[in-house]
């Protein structure tokens, strides 16, 4: 591999330098006033709502990381805890606002309820060899749910721009999008180090292998409504315009860790197939309606 090395040192530098430099957005620094609400509800609403509901529900993926990493070591458990979740819930908190003074309802989030198959893997990670898997998996689900809140959020800046919204765009948008690479980048330095400094067995990694291509789950979509739903951020922001681009761009991380053997495969295919099929699903659900690209509410894609 031509990454340079990553040990435990730098990550944890990473995650006490993240947690100096940006610290929960300031909610008195927010400007959410808007020249035409109308307007970016139609083209935002959909979007908005499943972000703002992603990012909420941050609460709950906490309470799941304690039970999914039994033996979580310092420097994650500062991660999700003491800079990750209270950037992520200051962000739901901002979008739901974003999106009441836009006239939508507050978001319906699921912040308790942690589901049984998170229980499973749980108890079956108090073995360490399994615990290992599943914090290489949790390390490359949180690569990629990062990366995909990057491009969502940078489609939604560009969009205010073009519309003129150039006080939520920079007091709301560009204030969240600013902390997600940092989310990305610990995500990135753990996995690399996992594999790196060997702690992986060759097994284990087949077994990774394993799970994430039969368990590939889009961010936020446990349901068949919520990947419906997903599929309108990635329609609606013009994700869908270069899909294979885009995955590509979201799965680098596992390609190169999770399929190194597989020379020259560019994309995973279980990753492509589950954007394609949300956005497909959400292009049927529109055709149903009778609706068109944009100017639709009440959908909920992307967020971390
Ligand atoms: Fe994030
Ligand atoms: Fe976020």
Redesign the pocket.
Known sequence: MSEPRVDATRIREHVLRLGERHPPVDLDSTDYRVLDPAAVRDRFGGVLEYMARVEVEVERNVLELAVLLPDVSETDRLFYADV?GP??ER?GILLDTLGQHLGMPPVVANTGEVPARVRVLGALAHLPVVHEVVRLLYYLTGAA??KS?MLAYQAMSEGLGEMGEHAVKRTVVDAIKV??PG?FAFYRLSAQEMVQSGAIAPWQLHLARLLRSRSYGLVGAATREQRTDFGGVVVELGLDEQLERNVRDISRLETQLLWAHREGLQVPEYALAAFRDAAAMYRERLAHRGGGRGGRRGGQALA?
């Open positions: 990750w950037q992520e962000h749910t990062e809140a902390q997600e989310h971390a």
